[in-house]
């Protein structure tokens, strides 16, 4: 990022900070005014709803312009191709640069959107290349997962998306899976990372984008490091899938797999609850699930019904014990912990909620032709009525 | 853990702009000291719900005849009242105004008793079927169960069931807001999914005209609309497709219109791309040239893009 990227990167940190104060209540109209006079934000954005409509379109457009150019060139344009791909690639990188660093655009969906286009049809632009080298497919889908790790890696850090961070990790991993020995790769990377990252996504010599980028990362490395040692996958051969032979078959390795995928979550939540890293916590409770269903699938504890119902009620029971427990501590906080909402937007996370309950509860649609013949079938669970079968 | 902030904030102090007994709280939760965990408790409340209702569920369907129907309703029907039960005892009094929940688990308790009476009042059908060939029926019960409990005890989420199950009953799943049209409508569901979605529509427009639980508004609102946009949009693949698609045109063009001076801005989302959606299909109907129709997606988000740009100026959508 540019000095003057980084400088408005910090403030719109501090400015959001303030406008989630301002809607807890922490803070009124004056002193908001006041903070983001201090704190000024001249980069371009817009709002969340047309940063994503200018996004669809732009994509749109881009996408239109590169089939246009490749229909009217019939035949011919086939030849042409890896020209295409590269001259769209880098003209959008370029465009992508000059509205980031020259019109100051941020959070505009339009450079976001160019940014994405270009490292796609660059990273296009090396598959042809190795494609047409002759090259094994496998080798040359791992040398375009490569160039596409670089080239997220390189987006995220000169131009601040975090999201591009973690797109980069998981390329760069994924390149490995077409080779011997992806699963030690997969174990040995997330293990040496995560130290540094974790490290870089609190220090303050960095802008929040990059923070957020090394956390981003962060949270894929430890993904990974779990999918490596996961029973299931080990069992799968889900890393091995083009190197079977690679992997014998080891009564010892199996073992340490299962210790592996009980204890990692564990590990996780550990780190997670004792520093309140939120990327370890969220990383924790995923796998910690992922494991409990991994233990269901090998083990035959009870019937289904029964350790769902049982699941769900002591998760139930659970959460009401921790928020009794949070609450009745001092100010309402133990260990740093609390149940109380902080500074957040109330209104449009329950607006997810209720979009949640539409997509999730919803009852499936009776049969609008059926002619009122009543055969004794007409009920599911699951959502706020029946319909279909039990 | 936010260091710019934590940096800003004693600085803020010093300047008089934070009051000086904010301040401490502020500066533990930007230094990552303290952490809330509202909003996962809420999330892991929920699927706590989702994982009983769904345990339920099989419990019947792989016990049916083991445990035997009456034991089965009741079972389930005392669950449903012990859960109601607690609702009713911690519920503060009824208002028309939002009323913030007593507690943290008092909107996942409501939705669980509701589902599981729900699931009791279909289970009841099924077996013991007292609506006969009206069987479909228990779904506008259900839903006008769960509007009732929505209205009495606040709860958005019950209120988004209780109208996904009045579209269920009309033939429409609202889970897919009226996308399944797409592949098994016929005429009849794709009017009902219009139907539901003007009904809903006109709902939310009635809550906030008589200030009655205005909060629902946005549930009703928004997904009136994507029914109706997804009924029209689903009938461009058919025979009269210029019809559903000049009313998909129009209706997204009304909607972006509306919302852009209502400054309701994800309304204004849904009408532009409906609206852009619609004038494609109307102007490459029988283009047959591939570069035609790559030109018109090309060269048309152009102005798109510039409207939106403007658009936001003039609205100013908070970032």
Not at chain 1, 344 to 365: D, H, K, Q, T, Y
Request: hydrophobic share 55%; net charge positive.
């Amino acid at each position: 990022m540019t000095p003057a990227a980084a400088l408005a990167d910090r403030n719109g940190a501090v400015r959001a900070a303030a406008r989630a104060w301002k809607e807890a209540g922490a803070i009124d109209v004056e002193a908001l005014a006041a903070i983001e006079a201090a704190y000024p934000d001249d980069r371009q954005g817009v709002g969340p709803v047309f940063r994503v409509l200018l996004f669809l379109f732009t994509l749109i457009s881009v996408s239109g312009a590169f089939g246009f150019f490749m229909a009217i060139g019939g035949g011919a344009m086939n030849n042409a191709l890896p020209v295409l791909l590269l001259l769209f690639g880098a003209g959008l990188t370029v465009a992508t640069e000059f509205q980031i660093t020259r019109m100051k655009r941020a959070r505009g969906g339009v450079e976001a959107a160019t940014s994405l286009a270009g490292i796609g049809f660059l990273a296009g632009f090396v598959f042809w290349i190795c494609d047409t080298s002759n090259l094994k497919m496998d080798h040359s889908l791992a040398a375009t997962f490569l160039a596409a790790a670089f080239l997220l890696a390189g987006a995220a850090w000169r131009w601040g998306y975090p999201l591009y961070a973690g797109g980069a990790m998981a390329s760069f991993l994924w390149s490995f899976v077409a080779f011997p020995g992806a699963r030690l790769v997969w174990i040995a990377i997330p293990l040496l990372a995560a130290p540094i990252l974790t490290r870089f996504s609190e220090s303050a010599r960095l802008p929040p984008s990059h923070r957020d980028s090394c956390a981003f990362a962060l949270g894929v490395a430890l993904a990974a490091l779990y999918a490596a040692v996961h029973l299931g996958s080990l069992d799968s051969h889900l890393l091995e899938e083009r190197q079977n032979a690679w992997l014998p078959s080891s009564p010892v390795l199996r073992g340490l797999s299962i210790a592996a995928t009980a204890l990692v979550p564990v590990i996780y939540l550990a780190i997670g609850l004792r520093s309140r890293r939120y990327v370890f916590l969220l990383l924790g409770a995923g796998t910690g699930v992922a494991s409990l269903v991994t233990l269901r699938y090998y083990v035959h504890l009870a019937p289904l019904w029964m350790i769902l119902t049982l699941s769900g009620a002591v998760l139930v029971a659970a959460v009401f014990g921790l928020r009794r427990y949070l609450e009745a501590g001092p100010g309402k906080e133990r260990h740093g912990y609390t149940a109380e909402p902080l500074f957040e937007e109330m209104g449009r996370r329950r607006m997810l909620e209720a979009g949640a309950a539409v997509l999730s509860l919803s009852p499936e649609a009776r049969p609008v032709h059926e002619e009122p013949k009543f055969a004794g079938g007409g009920g599911s669970f699951g959502g706020g009525g029946a319909s279909g079968e039990f | 853990m936010n260091s710019d902030v934590a940096e800003a904030i004693p600085r803020l102090v010093e300047a008089g702009v934070l009051p000086p007994d904010e301040a401490p709280r502020l500066l533990r939760v930007a230094r990552g000291e303290l952490l809330s965990v509202h909003w996962e408790l809420r999330a892991l409340l929920y699927v706590g719900v989702l994982l009983v209702t769904g345990g339920v569920g099989l419990l019947v369907k792989e016990n049916l005849d083991r445990i035997g129907p009456v034991a089965i309703a009741a079972g389930i029907g005392l669950a449903a009242a012990a859960a109601l039960g607690w609702v009713v005892r911690v519920a503060p009094p009824f208002s028309w105004g939002e009323v913030p929940s007593p507690n943290l688990a008092f909107d996942y308790m409501l939705l669980l008793g509701v589902l599981l009476a729900a699931a009791d009042l279909a289970y009841v059908e099924v077996k013991f079927t007292p609506l006969g060939a009206n069987w479909s029926w228990h779904l506008l019960i259900v839903a006008v169960f769960a509007a009732l409990a929505a209205f009495r005890f606040d709860s958005r989420v019950v209120f988004s069931l209780a109208l996904s199950t009045f579209a269920a009953w009309r033939g429409v799943s609202a889970a897919r807001f009226g996308l399944d049209l797409w592949w098994k409508a016929g005429d009849a569901v794709r009017w009902n999914a219009i139907a539901c979605g003007v009904l809903f529509a006109v709902l939310g427009f009635s809550l906030k005209r008589t200030g009655r639980k205005v909060h629902f508004e946005p549930v009703a609102v928004t997904l009136g609309w994507l029914l109706i946009l997804g009924a029209l949009a689903s009938g461009m693949g058919e025979p009269v497709w210029w019809a559903w698609t000049v009313g998909l045109l129009l209706a997204g063009l009304g909607l972006a219109a509306g919302a852009f001076l209502a400054r309701r801005f994800s309304l204004f989302a849904f009408g532009v791309v409906a609206a852009y959606a619609a004038l494609s299909r109307l102007v490459l109907h029988g283009v047959l040239a591939e570069s035609l129709g790559c030109f018109w997606f090309f060269i048309t988000p152009i102005p798109v893009i510039v409207g939106l740009i403007l658009a936001q100026r003039r609205l100013k959508e908070p970032e």
